[in-house]
């Protein structure tokens, strides 16, 4: 972590080494820069005090320079400084933001500039938060926030019912849907995978954020919300429909997944029997099956099945849920 003291030593010493360089002619800024960004970051000006609603915005996610894309800022270093301008108490990288001494209005300041393309920032003041007692105090033009890529996961471990209600609780995940996936019959219904003929899985396909929480987490999840050693059954259900599976995306899920499953062997007595295999389709299920726990939590499946292993998932991972 950054102190006071380190960014000191910057400015008298030079700055840290960047992980990449990105250098543009003005008038290649000029054409990628609304004027007012071009004015801020490159003629180093100062927006207006409260100009921006950024100052108010603390939800996760990643700030990034408004020139060279480079990441600045996670948003979890953000804090309301009451100066109006966006601040934060330490950059995202010890080499993302670089320093140089300002003397221009007759005060002696600190200014923060872009690592890897010299856009100014802002200042950096000796008067933030404790741990590092640091305030970068930032132009909202110079930064945006970067757009979230969502991945996704496709997990089968018993009746959708039950894992769907786990999930939606994470940080993280965006959203999750019920449906069915790792068959052979096109556009199936439910009576169809229910006969345990159509090759399929009642599976929950998971949008998730993966600055907020990784695949791998979430195979822990699935892996420790079901009984990963059973064949084609989970509690009362039997078939293969009801089969533990995980249908990877890419390369790294395989990798990631077989990871996971020998960890989680060496603590089960009997062999993991999920099934790994390449995602092809998933096929929503009928609307009556989306969140069939949150839309009714009182239906009496819900609270024999459901409701207690929501119970001990939440023991498990507490820090891994949405505040509620
Ligand atoms: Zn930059």
Redesign the pocket.
């Known amino acids: 972590m950054l102190k006071w003291i380190d960014i000191v030593k910057y400015c008298n010493n030079g700055k840290p080494s960047p992980d990449q360089r ?1 250098e543009k002619t003005e008038m290649e800024w000029k054409e990628i820069l609304s004027p007012e960004q071009f004015q801020i970051t490159r003629l180093k000006g100062t927006e207006r005090a409260n100009s921006s609603e950024m100052c108010s915005l603390f939800q996760p996610g990643i700030y990034q ?1 408004v ?4 990441e600045l800022f996670d948003a979890q270093e953000k804090f309301d400084s009451g100066s109006g301008w966006p601040s934060f108490t330490q950059p995202i990288k010890v080499n993302s933001v670089a320093y140089k001494k300002d003397v221009s209005y007759g005060m002696t300041r600190v200014e923060a500039l ?1 690592n ?4 100014h920032l802002g200042h950096v003041f000796p008067d933030g938060p404790e741990p590092s007692g640091l305030r970068y105090c930032m132009n909202a033009l110079s930064l945006e926030k970067k757009e979230n890529i969502l991945e996704t996961a496709t997990f089968g471990g018993g009746c959708f019912w039950c894992t769907e209600a786990i999930f939606e609780n994470l940080k993280g995940v965006q959203k999750v849907l019920s449906g069915y996936s790792g068959g052979e019959l096109s556009n199936p219904t439910y009576r169809e995978v229910c006969s345990g003929r159509t090759g399929h899985a009642e599976v929950i396909q998971i949008s998730f954020d993966p600055s907020q929480i990784s695949f791998e987490d979430l195979a822990i999840v699935h892996l420790s919300t079901h009984n990963p050693s059973l064949l084609n059954q989970q509690g009362a259900d039997k078939g293969t429909q009801y089969r533990s599976i995980i249908l990877y995306h890419n390369d790294v899920q395989l990798e990631k997944s077989k990871e996971v499953i020998f960890e989680f062997s060496k603590h089960l007595d009997k062999p993991i029997v999920t099934e790994l295999k390449k995602f092809e389709v998933f096929y929503e299920a009928e609307a009556a099956h989306q969140n069939y726990f949150s839309s009714d939590p009182e239906k009496p499946y819900c609270q024999n099945v459901i409701a207690p292993k929501l119970a001990r998932f939440k023991d498990i991972l507490k820090d891994k849920l949405k505040p509620i």
């Open positions: 990105i320079c020139c060279c894309k480079s872009c890897s393309c010299d856009s």
